[in-house]
Structure formats: C-alpha cells, structure tokens
C-alpha cells in the first residue's frame, strides 16, 4: 500500500521492516521472550522455555533501531529496508544470558512448542548496511542490563499487594 502511494501519488515514503526489539518500559505480559524470562528470573521462577529451546531468535535494542530509523528517514530510499539484528541466538542461550544479568542459576520449565513458532528468527540487514551504514552496536547482554533497573522496579512494584 505505502509503495502504490509513493508511485501513483509521487508521496515521499519509506519501509521500515522492524524485527525483534527490545528496550526498557516493554510490558511485562505482552507475551514476548524476553520481557517473560526478566520478569520470572527476578522473582526467582524457572523460565518457560517453548520446545526443547534450540530455535533461534536475534533482539536488537530499541536505541539501535531509533537510529536505523533516523538514517532511513534521512535517506530517499523508499523500498522496505529490514531494521534488526542478525546475530542469532538459541533460546536458551538466551535464556543464560538473562539469568547472567539476573543473577542465580538457570531452571526451565519447558512447555508444548506452538505450531506456528518458527525455527529461525533472523533479518538479513545488508540493504541497511549498504544504504544507511547501519548495523546494531549493542550486545545483548549490554542492552539486558539496560533492561535490568527498569525490569526489576516494575515487577516489584506488580508484585507488591
């Protein structure tokens, strides 16, 4: 629709295909991996892990993105371009990681692996490479603990009766 309006109406447009981000002030039940895995880490709980963990996902941070976005909106490029980050993980590396930052030790409860859920989650960002001179800068494990303070005063305060 955006690219029949840049054509037939000479609109100045741009695609952004947004994969897998995460930052502070996410809501904790929206149902997302990692907002789950910080919110049972920090009470303590093991962490839900869907299937036997082995399918992958990459998180970009919400800074990295905003500033993807900043350069394509900045650019005249007006074909999607993916925002993402390709560095892929197995959910339960994953899962480490955010016990890493957390602190304890690492347990799971694995459930039922939906249907749906697909094996692999990665963008190919080369178009952003190459157009924007954009990739993500910041580790996982960095934007985690960008995550950890904001995570940690909400769950206590959702908890708190």
Excluded at 34 to 46: C, H, K, N, S, V
Excluded at 82 to 91: A, K, S
Excluded at 97 to 105: E, I, R, S
Excluded at 111 to 120: A, G, N, S
Aim: hydrophobic share 35%; aromatic share 8%; proline share 6%.
């Amino acid at each position: 629709l955006t690219m029949a309006y840049h054509r037939h109406h000479g609109l100045d447009t741009r695609i952004v295909r947004i994969f897998n981000t995460y930052g502070p002030r996410m809501r904790l039940d929206d149902g997302r991996v990692l907002p789950a895995f910080l919110t049972q880490a920090l009470r303590g709980e093991p962490l839900t892990v869907f299937g036997d963990g082995s399918q992958t996902r990459s998180f970009c941070f919400v800074d990295d993105l905003m500033e993807g976005i900043w350069r394509l909106f900045n650019s005249s490029e007006h074909y999607p371009v993916n925002l993402g980050n390709p560095r892929e993980m197995t959910i339960l590396e994953f899962a480490q990681k955010v016990v890493d930052v957390v602190g304890g030790q690492l347990q799971t409860e694995e459930r039922e692996l939906p249907e749906d859920d697909p094996k692999v989650r990665q963008p190919d960002i080369s178009k952003a490479t190459r157009l924007l001179d954009w990739e993500p800068s910041i580790q996982v494990e960095e934007g985690l603990g960008l995550c950890l303070d904001d995570f940690s005063r909400r769950t206590q305060s959702a908890d708190s009766p």
